[in-house]
């Protein structure tokens, strides 16, 4: 099994392929997958079976709460495992309907993550829900937008 590890900062754009083969990647430090504010991003880790958290994965990337309407999406081909990591995402908290950073993930998503949301669109707000969900074990999957 292949194996790399982040302990450093690593900044990701588009699709990183990780080829055939049983690969994992462990973070430990910060995955940036999200660099270019006001422009949607999307990044794909294809080909790994198997990810593991315990560092913090960033798609914010409007960090000035500046009301960017731009949002990034990030797809893991595989597993995801938290060891009490972070993700941090951009949501825009205007009620029911609001567009938030993208997570998906088409394996199985176990463990513990924490979930730092970034306000981009400053104001009161609104009750925005965050969904997340799990398919049934013959379309593996689970999405949090």
């Known amino acids: 099994m292949p194996v790399a590890a982040n302990s450093d900062r690593w900044t990701v754009v588009g699709t990183n392929d990780f080829g055939p083969g049983e690969d994992l990647l462990t973070n430990t430090n910060i995955i940036v997958a999200a660099s ?23 798609l914010s990337d409007d960090v000035s709460g500046g009301g960017s309407v731009f949002f990034d999406t990030l797809q893991i081909a595989g597993d995801f495992t938290g060891f009490g990591g972070v993700l941090q995402l951009d949501v825009s908290l205007g009620g029911i309907g609001s567009l938030a950073d993208t997570l998906v993930i088409n394996g199985t998503a176990t463990g513990v993550t924490g979930i730092v949301l970034n306000n981009t669109r400053p104001g009161t707000g609104a009750l925005t829900p965050i969904f997340c969900w799990w398919t049934p074990p013959t379309r593996r999957g689970m999405s949090l937008c």
């Open 36 to 58: 270019r504010a006001r422009l949607p991003e999307a990044t794909v880790f294809s080909g790994l079976e198997t990810f593991r958290n315990a560092g913090t994965f960033n």
